[in-house]
């Protein structure tokens, strides 16, 4: 049981995963690692979130603010069944490598059994393995600012041209 700290104060509430209405792929990964029971801050935030609400969420460090905003998008990409040639349809911007890389590891966990794809785009990472990846399309894209900057400026396959439709 996760606690607060290591207080021996449990962080969890009785709100499950299942609750929520997941796809299936998505709460199997969650069972599959021994997720049933929501934290506070995932009990708050992935409802709203899940029916497109924006929510601003605080909450202390090891609360689970990273599970609780990677669900819903996940859940998002898989129910409206994005494919790995859309391209990105989430972009998760942090500010640092280290919080790149546990958003990512994150991420990964959550979307194994799903065939939406997963990118890893930071500063002292392969470039010419990050730019193959966006080429070939990542669903889901975790970055930090100046590599993606660096690839937006740089990578082929990230240059797009805005599309307008007439009314």
């Known amino acids: ?6 207080s021996g104060t449990s962080i969890l509430t009785d709100v499950t995963f299942e609750s929520f209405g997941l796809v299936k792929n998505v709460l ?4 599959e690692n021994d997720f ?17 609400q924006d929510v601003l969420g605080a909450a202390k460090t090891g609360s ?6 990677l669900l819903p998008a996940i859940q998002g990409m898989v129910a409206r069944h994005i494919k790995h040639k859309d391209g990105a349809n989430v972009l998760i911007i942090s500010p ?4 790149a890389i546990q958003t990512y590891d994150v991420a990964k966990l959550l979307m194994k059994n799903v065939e939406q ?15 193959a990846k966006l080429t070939t399309g990542c669903n889901l894209v975790v970055a930090t600012p100046g590599r993606l ?12 041209q805005n599309q307008t439709k007439k009314m």
């Open 1 to 6: 049981m996760a606690t607060a700290g290591g």
């Open 28 to 31: 199997t990964a969650l069972q």
């Open 36 to 52: 049933k029971f929501c934290t506070g801050i995932q009990a708050k935030a992935v409802p709203p979130l899940l029916k497109g």
């Open 64 to 69: 689970g603010k990273t599970l609780a905003f």
């Open 96 to 99: 640092t490598r280290e919080l």
């Open 117 to 131: 794809t997963l990118g890893l785009v930071i500063g002292g990472g392969n470039r010419s393995n990050e730019a």
């Open 149 to 160: 900057l660096d690839h937006i400026r740089n990578t082929k396959a990230t240059h797009h």
